[in-house]
């Protein structure tokens, strides 16, 4: 392996192995089942199958020392299987995985922390794990309790940390020992909005300054795009698409594009709510038609359907809406409602010459009695705005900018 290529991953594959008793309906019936096995020892009717699911097949990729890089996809994609093999924590089933360089790993909320020691005693504890002298931890000492903002709780349990002070200080510890590798999962989506800043400027000085390799899994597109060099794009367990940042962003929106533009959820899927509200269909309305693709100088509308199944909710429905780049445009609602049992339908209107050409995503959010989301739907639905050529002046270029608005402008003569 070349002195700049750190990690390299060679036709990667990882099977698990799923067991389930025959002729069980539920998780419940299954454990009951074999602990009345266990106990009378005695042979029954019932078989055990086994059946083979791949989590990884055949992945493959090179990253360069000093580059930031995002792993994105939906959940199910094989993006945290492959993060626990980089780590170490569990080997391929195939292929192979290179390293050149000490790794460290933030994969979930107080990963490598003993509950019953304190901060101060998990500060030395976790660098410990991460390969680091007493030496070195003491060294960087004052430094990640500075970052960490726990000096207050240094000396208490961590298992009195609320998730932020855990994913504060477990962040802090692999970011300020030195790694020349980081890998990072979506833990950094717990801290609050102040420190989430914090971590990503850690990271880009850690990559700049250093030289340190980064790879950073999140669902937040827009920071993939903006903090990432390159990205990686995983789907069921393959690399899909893999290039600069923002060109693989856009191909994993547009993966979510919807022919037709309407989309409809099943009774059965998960994330489309619960038996208290259930998103039902989303579509996009252009020119009084359904369609994903838009006119920039044309009104376009979002509606989403939506069953209410427990009366007397406080509801709160609004959308986000991001561009290709994952930046998030706007986010809107119509307020708050006290709807009775029903299905309901809400529909909001993007005004023509309002929106730039480019693709689109919508996330749809449905929260109840103020505090509790009971949907959050990200990319439920795509669409495009495409250019008419109205309103440019000649102008062929990229204009750049998320919103393009006819404004009223007046030039006037004044010598």
């Not at 259930?278 to 579509?283: D, G, S, Y």
Request: hydrophobic share 40%; aromatic share 6%; charged share 25%.
């Amino acid at each position: 392996m070349s002195d700049d290529i750190v990690i390299r991953a060679e036709n990667v594959s990882k099977r698990y192995r799923l067991s389930h008793l025959a002729g069980q309906d539920t998780l419940g019936e299954s454990l009951h089942h074999l602990a009345r096995l266990a106990w009378r020892r005695v042979r029954c009717n019932t078989r055990l199958q086994r059946e083979d699911f791949w989590a990884l097949r055949d992945v493959n990729f090179e990253i360069k020392r000093g580059e930031v890089v995002g792993i994105i996809g939906r959940n199910g994609a094989g993006k945290s299987t492959l993060l626990k093999i980089l780590s170490r924590i569990t080997g391929p089933t195939t292929g192979r995985i290179m390293l050149q360089g000490r790794a460290a790993s933030l994969l979930e909320v107080g990963t490598g922390f003993h509950p019953d020691l304190t901060g101060r005693d998990n500060i030395y504890l976790n660098g410990a794990i991460l390969g680091m002298s007493r030496a070195e931890i003491r060294r960087k000492f004052d430094e990640i309790v500075a970052f960490a903002e726990v000096e207050r709780f240094l000396d208490t349990p961590v298992k009195r940390y609320s998730s932020g002070m855990y994913v504060r200080l477990a962040f802090s510890v692999a970011a300020h020992l030195e790694p020349e590798i980081l890998i990072i999962d979506e833990v950094l989506a717990v801290g609050d909005a102040a420190f989430q800043k914090k971590c990503l400027g850690k990271i880009n000085q850690v990559s700049r300054d250093a030289g340190r390799t980064v790879i950073f899994v999140s669902h937040n597109l827009g920071v993939v795009a903006n903090l990432c060099g390159r990205a990686i794009f995983m789907e069921n367990g393959r690399v899909k698409f893999a290039g600069q940042a923002g060109e693989v962003v856009a191909s994993y929106i547009r993966s979510g594009d919807h022919a037709g533009g309407e989309v409809a959820w099943p009774p059965e899927d998960p994330r489309a709510g619960n038996n208290r509200v259930r998103l039902h269909r989303a579509r996009i309305v252009t020119e009084g038609r359904i369609s994903h693709d838009v006119p920039i100088d044309r009104d376009v509308f979002i509606e989403y359907e939506f069953a209410v199944h427990t009366p007397d909710l406080t509801l709160t429905s609004s959308i986000h809406l991001f561009d290709k780049h994952g930046a998030c445009v706007l986010s809107s609602g119509p307020g708050n409602s006290t709807p009775s049992v029903g299905i309901y339908r809400d529909r909001v209107r993007l005004p023509a010459n309002f929106l730039n050409d480019g693709l689109y995503s919508v996330s749809i959010i449905l929260i109840t009695d103020s505090a509790r989301i009971e949907i959050h739907l990200t990319d439920a639905i795509t669409f495009t705005v495409h250019e008419t050529g109205a309103g440019r002046n000649e102008f062929t270029g990229t204009i750049i900018g998320c919103i393009r608005p006819k404004l009223d402008w007046q030039n006037t003569a004044i010598t």
